[in-house]
């Protein structure tokens, strides 16, 4: 998918765009199966929590993230050397699903420098009822600032930035079909509402690094090298899981993984 010079003009100036229908249905319905699979392979895990640490033996995980229509959205963000340094299912149960409290993603991340693209994709459909994201435009522009305890009220990350930092009248609301994405930079000021309606609203988030950022955190569970090039001396990349049958849920093409 080729990003327009307006939507890269929209994302240096806003802090984050919208790009409809990426994926096909056919992959949107593995996924959904696969955030199932995973639910029942981690009982003990809220549906909001299916995260990095789960995904260094997953073939899917891998799969879905190094598709190339995702890796040709982030190419033209930060580069054709792209790794993968995070990804996150946050779903939200009806009824009962957490909010996410205003945050900037780049408080929490051990990269150096900061140079990192997210792409969030929605697996449900994304909607105001449902607790779809939610972001300030602008505040991209404003310094990492430091993310404080919030554990009185069900969230899912259990901080948030001072509400100083925030004008909730500016929000803007990122509603999404299935498929679709939205991108956002690191220092942007977002958050979610929790989920009262009927209907499950489930994102994965995707954070893609150019492979001349450093991940000082180590060792780290979800460092791939998905397209072009390794720079020496930067990070250490675990090799990209193999599928094994009745070990891992079954997709389309996982003989190629195995």
Request: charged share 25%; hydrophobic share 35%.
């Amino acid at each position: 998918m080729n990003v327009t010079e307006s939507i890269k003009a929209q994302y240096e100036q806003e802090g984050y765009v919208r790009l409809p229908k990426v994926l096909d249905d056919e992959l949107i319905q593995e996924a959904k199966g696969h955030v199932d699979w995973l639910m029942k392979k981690n009982p003990g895990l809220r549906p909001e929590q299916l995260h990095t640490d789960l995904m260094r033996n997953d073939p899917f995980w891998i799969r879905l993230v190094s598709d190339d229509r995702l890796l040709n959205i982030a190419e033209q963000f930060i580069g054709p050397d792209i790794a993968l340094f995070a990804s996150h299912y946050i779903c939200k149960p009806p009824f009962d699903g957490k909010a996410v409290l205003w945050h900037q993603d780049g408080a929490f991340w051990p990269l150096e420098p900061m140079n990192v693209v997210t792409l969030w994709l929605a697996i449900d459909d994304s909607t105001p009822e449902n607790g779809c994201l939610r972001v300030i435009p602008g505040t991209h522009k404003q310094d990492l600032k430091q993310m404080n305890k919030r554990d009185d009220i069900a969230n899912v990350l259990e901080y948030e930035v001072d509400p100083a930092f925030v004008d909730e009248s500016q929000a803007k609301d990122i509603v999404l079909q299935a498929g679709g994405v939205s991108i956002h930079h690191p220092n942007i000021i977002h958050g979610s509402e929790p989920n009262h309606s009927p209907h499950r609203r489930c994102g994965l988030t995707i954070r893609y690094i150019p492979a001349t950022t450093r991940i000082t955190a180590e060792p780290w569970p979800s460092a791939f090298l998905l397209r072009g090039e390794a720079t020496a001396g930067i990070n250490e990349y675990s090799s990209k899981p193999k599928f094994i049958p009745g070990e891992h849920m079954p997709f389309q093409g996982s003989e190629k993984w195995m």
